[in-house]
């Protein structure tokens, strides 16, 4: 199954439901597609929430791996629901290895549901990572389609490049870089990624 926001939203208030029966608060980082529905700025059907980080009062961490208590009230909201077993996911959670982009911090919004934060990060570092993401899948990805709603400047896009190779460091990423950039119509050279 694929969420549309309301269905989103069903299941993250049913999990904060549980998790306050449960007596059991989570704060959780998310990115992709979810945030993305959250934050109302693409309206494309997603099939999981990309977990990557826990809060604690403001102070993130990365995670892992979903917390005993927190995965099995995802699985029980998964039975209830009719939802994929992996609906919470912490897929992309190694993005927090190298770094978010700098003052995600202060751009975080956040969604209250019972028991449960979700962190969302803001439209601008979603443009890092959706451009991320298109260099590596390629112009036909629902990437590139999801960096193209959200209708980056070229000055967003530029830092949002500078980031990107921050994680991958290879002279293959920069020049699909370079040229994914072209797509959208910024033009840069292999040489503006060097230090």
């Known amino acids: 199954m694929e969420f549309q926001r309301d269905a989103l939203e069903e299941a993250l208030s049913t999990l904060g439901a549980v998790l306050l029966e449960r007596n059991a608060p989570f704060s959780l980082l998310v990115i992709g597609g979810s945030g993305l529905l959250l934050l109302r700025l693409v309206d494309r059907p997603t099939g999981d929430v990309d977990v990557i980080g826990v809060s604690d009062n403001g102070h993130y961490e990365k995670i892992e791996s979903l917390p005993a208590a927190l995965e099995d009230a995802a699985v029980e909201v998964a039975q209830a629901l009719e939802l994929s077993k992996r609906w919470l996911t912490t897929g992309p959670a190694s993005l927090m290895d190298l770094g978010l982009p700098r003052g995600w911090e202060e751009r975080v919004s956040i969604f209250h549901y019972g028991a449960l934060e979700v962190h969302a990060l803001s439209r601008v570092d979603q443009i890092c990572f959706k451009l991320y993401a298109a260099v590596d899948r390629g112009p036909d990805d ?48 292999d040489a503006d990624f060097t230090e």
Not at 153 to 178: C, G, I, K, Y
Request: aromatic share 6%; with cysteine.
């Open 142 to 189: 629902k990437h590139f389609d999801d960096l193209r709603k959200l209708e980056p400047s070229e000055d967003e896009l530029r830092m949002a490049a500078q980031w990107a190779v921050t994680h991958d460091l290879s002279p293959a990423f920069r020049n699909e870089l370079v040229g994914c950039l072209g797509v959208l119509g910024v033009v840069v050279s």
